[in-house]
């Protein structure tokens, strides 16, 4: 069992930056993908950022050139750099991670709160 565990969430206003983390129970050599996703209230649950095969990234529009993602792997972390912060970030921030071998296996964390508010 895989355990993702996200922090560095809070109340930020807006223009400003907010870094999440979430730290995997194994090696994150072992998956075939891992990024975040955030859901608001009322909302689906929608893809953030995500690294995809090898150090490839996939960013949802909204975030480009705003939202940077990266990885540790000596200390089996992804994190988000969030930066000009909008209100319509606000949502809570699941980390994700998936493995295909043996079987298609996908992971997340409990989520991490981010308001973004004056």
């Known amino acids: 069992q895989v355990q993702l565990v996200e922090s560095g969430g809070g109340l930020v206003q807006p223009g400003g930056s907010l870094t999440l983390s979430c730290a995997a129970s194994?090696?994150?050599?072992?998956?075939?993908?891992m990024g975040w996703y955030r859901q608001a209230p009322g909302k689906e649950r929608e893809l953030v950022a995500e690294?995809?095969?090898?150090?490839?990234?996939n960013y949802a529009d909204s975030v480009k050139g705003r939202f940077y993602i990266s990885r540790d792997n000596a200390k089996n972390t992804v994190s988000l750099q969030m930066n000009s912060l909008k209100p319509e970030d606000t949502a809570v921030y699941y980390c994700?991670?998936?493995?295909?071998?043996?079987?298609?296996?996908?992971?997340w964390g409990q989520g991490t709160q981010v308001t973004v508010s004056s």
């Open positions: 690294f995809t095969s090898g150090s490839n990234t």
């Open positions: 194994r090696s994150i050599f072992s998956f075939n993908g």
């Open positions: 994700k991670a998936k493995v295909l071998v043996p079987i298609l296996r996908v992971y």
